[in-house]
């Protein structure tokens, strides 16, 4: 293994000298690779110079590796620095710290300091903000040269630090927020000026060639980095026309560019480089088919060289080779460093491993075990997985609805302890969460069928493999979850007749029921009725049903659209139940109060009697003949049902006396109720109680009250009938409608 340490021997800045970029590499004398394990799962290479190569690990330490003994340093940084490679065999090393100023838009680089790694020694300090003429963002270097852009007023600059103290020197007039590229050789570099490359002759600070880049595609195509190339004879950048990846290119000094479509067509991200009359370069990101292994392809006859089966990072090294992060089948991850051979063509050796599991190159395969459906019934969470031929990879999961078009997006790195599963499969257990389609807010996830893309990553850096599918949510009927996504929907009638649904949804981050920001407010006329009720599902459509009785005393169905119409909120037309219902005074709905699975209805009379009606799920008749269950129920202000709230299995309900204390009668399951038992007074602060089924995902029923002025409250369920409901928690659910508290008339 090697040893890693950190760099601390004094210099000065005397010492700080340009190695020959050109040089002929310092001979390995070493029989095995390096061991570089900092650079599995995620590390990049940043520059590599005649005596070793700088990297930076998934978690930001940067390392220089000599190639003699494989010995490792830690380079020193803080939390705001950046560290830069100094380009083609420099073993210089930058480190810069960024600065980004409160309240201004302007990005900058403060001091820089740099590390001589062929000599050893603690880095000699320059301040680029002390000046006017040195001050900018410090974007790559060049050898000695830092290559600084001031982007506010369009200036590129040449700092160099050879000399011990920086001097500048300005390259040409005002450009359009430039900005210099990461290739860079030793007398010359590339600055990307929006539209054009400008190559730039680093010792007379002249630009010696402007080459004008395609256009980027416009929307919907995807945003993809364009690369940008160069060597001693050669400049290339990458562009992408016609939605293909195109290479372009261009012999210094000349003017015509030669364009060669690379593939692939789906917006994948590459590395690479020049190597003489050879271009190397691989597919990093996207899910190109096929698959584009790191290959090189000759810029004179086209003809091609695989070199490696993966790569994720390249840089130039010295001697006109190319240093590269990647995997091969042979010999498997680590860096290699690519260079010409005797016989003209491109080759690759291996000169450190990362000592990840060799996987060979077997490319990744789906092996099935997709859930065909997921239930979010009374759980918080349920297990999604999928099966690869190697668990040794990330995967990129996607669910969209095919109702609503919502989505749900995330990754899934097992390396980070969670993801892999004993039979092998990988996945997450979800939170039945999608984000809206158009204002990203989170919300629940409607029941239905949901396309599913699964991309997984294997960690050796092989191609990925995406497979795709279908799955089904499923949740049973809830009284007041008219959209089926399990979270619970209110319902407020706004003084002006309008219906507003107000949908929630349980923030695990505040612990606290929020109001989803879409609610839908575009059915009117409800001012018609005096007495709206959510009931659950009475009708057999296995929805959430409403009725509401009119001020002639008529109660009317109206029944939630049917669960496989999730994303069309309302209601069909109405249907009539009959006549002579002002007889009542209380109407509540929602409780299953007999066992059948259905929920039903109880209403309290003028003369204090409590009848039962039984739900039967037909539109045409919902309810059964009504029967007596009870009396002296004339003393309660407000009845409210509210599931088993009790933990006895059956419908509960809550009645509000006219002292305000709130009452808790368990079900027996056919349509009574056992003796009283008191919860609590005070509850004469509140206009509307309502049952709104599990509003925090525990599986138990909640309650939901409203003050007349506006407040709202949530008060969880415990399942204990001793004690039901948790201390109250404010929430925004129903505040106000239509931007107004005193908008709102009844909430149920």
């Known amino acids: 293994m090697a040893s890693v340490g950190v760099v601390l021997t004094a210099v000065t800045a005397a010492s700080v000298v340009v190695p020959n970029a050109f040089a002929a590499p310092v001979p390995v004398v070493r029989t095995a690779a390096a061991q570089v394990p900092f650079l599995a799962l995620g590390g990049k290479l940043l520059g590599a110079g005649t005596t070793g190569f700088l990297s930076e690990d998934a978690e930001g330490t940067a390392r220089w590796t000599r190639y003699a003994d494989g010995v490792s340093k830690v380079v020193a940084k803080g939390e705001s620095d950046e560290v830069f490679g100094s380009g083609a065999g420099s073993d210089l090393v930058v480190v810069g710290r960024v600065v980004a100023e ?11 300091k740099v590390y001589d790694m062929a000599k050893g020694g603690a880095p000699v300090t320059f301040d680029l903000s002390a000046s006017p003429e040195t001050h900018g963002s410090l974007d790559a270097v060049a050898g000695s040269t830092l290559l600084v852009a001031e982007r506010r007023w369009g200036k590129l600059k040449l700092v160099d630090i050879a000399g011990g103290k920086p001097t500048a020197r ?32 680093l010792a007379g600070a002249r630009v010696e060639g402007r080459y004008a880049l395609a256009p980027e595609p416009g929307s919907p195509k995807p945003y993809v980095p364009r690369g940008s190339f160069l060597s001693p004879t050669r400049v290339a950048w990458t562009e992408r026309t016609d939605d293909k990846l195109v290479l372009a290119t261009a012999v210094r000094g000349q003017g015509e560019v030669a364009r060669t479509p690379l593939g692939p067509d789906d917006g994948a991200v590459i590395t690479g480089g020049l190597l003489g009359d050879w271009f190397a370069w691989g597919a990093t990101e996207g899910n190109a088919t096929p698959w584009h292994a790191f290959s090189a392809r000759s810029l004179k006859d086209g003809s091609t060289v695989k070199l490696l089966d993966h790569a994720t990072h390249a840089v130039h090294g010295p001697g006109g080779t190319l240093l590269v992060l990647g995997v091969t089948a042979a010999d498997g991850a680590g860096v290699y460093r690519v260079s010409v051979g005797a016989d003209g063509k491109p080759v690759a050796e291996l000169i450190a491993r990362t000592g990840e599991p060799n996987d060979g190159a077997e490319p990744l395969a789906y092996a099935g075990g997709a859930p065909a459906a997921v239930s979010l019934n009374g759980v918080p969470r349920a297990r999604l997985s999928w099966k690869f031929s190697t668990a040794r990879a990330d995967l990129t999961v996607e669910l969209r609805s095919r109702a609503t078009g919502e989505v749900f997006r995330t990754v899934v790195r097992p390396a980070s302890g969670s993801g892999a599963y004993p039979d092998g499969s990988l ?8 984000e809206d389609s158009f204002s990203t807010d989170t919300q629940a996830a409607p029941n239905g069928a949901y396309e599913w893309k699964v991309t997984a990553r294997p960690w050796n ?9 279908t799955l089904t949510v499923n949740r049973a009927p809830k009284a007041h979850d008219v959209d089926h996504n399990g979270a619970p929907d209110l319902f407020a009638r706004g003084k002006d007749g309008r219906l507003h649904e107000i ?28 007495r709206i009720e959510s009931v659950g599902d009475v009708a057999g459509a296995n929805s959430a049903d409403l009725v509401a009785r009119d001020k002639d005393g008529v109660l009317w169905l109206h029944r939630g659209r049917a669960a496989d119409k999730p994303g069309q909120t309302g209601f069909d037309p109405r249907v009539r139940i009959g006549g002579g219902w002002n007889t009542y005074t209380e109407l509540t709905g929602g409780s299953d109060l007999n066992g059948d699975g259905r929920s039903d209805l109880v209403a309290v009379d ?13 539109t045409a008749a919902p309810f059964a003949p009504r029967k007596k269950v009870g009396h002296g129920w004339g003393i309660y202000g407000q009845v409210t049902a509210t599931g088993d709230i009790g933990g006895a299995g059956a419908g509960d309900l809550v ?24 919860i609590g007074g005070g509850w004469n602060a509140y206009a509307d109680v309502v049952g709104i089924d599990d509003g925090n995902k525990d599986g138990r029923p909640d309650l939901y009250a409203r003050t007349a002025d506006g407040a709202a409250y949530f008060y969880a369920g415990t399942g204990d009938w001793k004690a039901p409901f948790r201390a109250r928690a404010a929430t925004e659910a129903g505040v106000e409608v239509d931007g107004s508290p005193e908008s709102v008339g009844q909430v149920s």
């Open 606 to 618: 003028k003369a204090g009697d409590l009848y039962f009606y039984a739900s039967t799920g037909d």
């Open 655 to 678: 009645a509000r006396d006219k002292e305000g204390v709130l009452w808790l009668y368990l079900g027996r399951g056919d349509g009574t109720f056992a003796a009283r038992t008191r």
């Open 170 to 201: 300005r390259v040409g007039d005002a450009y359009y927020s430039p900005e210099w590229m990461p290739d860079t050789l030793s007398g010359a570099a590339v600055a990307r000026n929006y539209d054009e490359d400008l190559v730039v002759d």
């Open 461 to 469: 850096g092989m191609p990925s493999v995406t497979a795709t599918g």
């Open 503 to 530: 949908g929630t949804r349980w923030d695990d981050a505040s612990g606290r029921l929020v109001p989803v920001s879409n609610g839908y407010s575009g059915l009117s006329g409800w001012n018609v009725y005096d």
């Open 102 to 112: 409160a309240g201004d838009d302007e990005i900058y680089t403060s001091t820089v």
């Open 427 to 434: 996945g997450l257990d979800w939170a039945g969460e999608v």
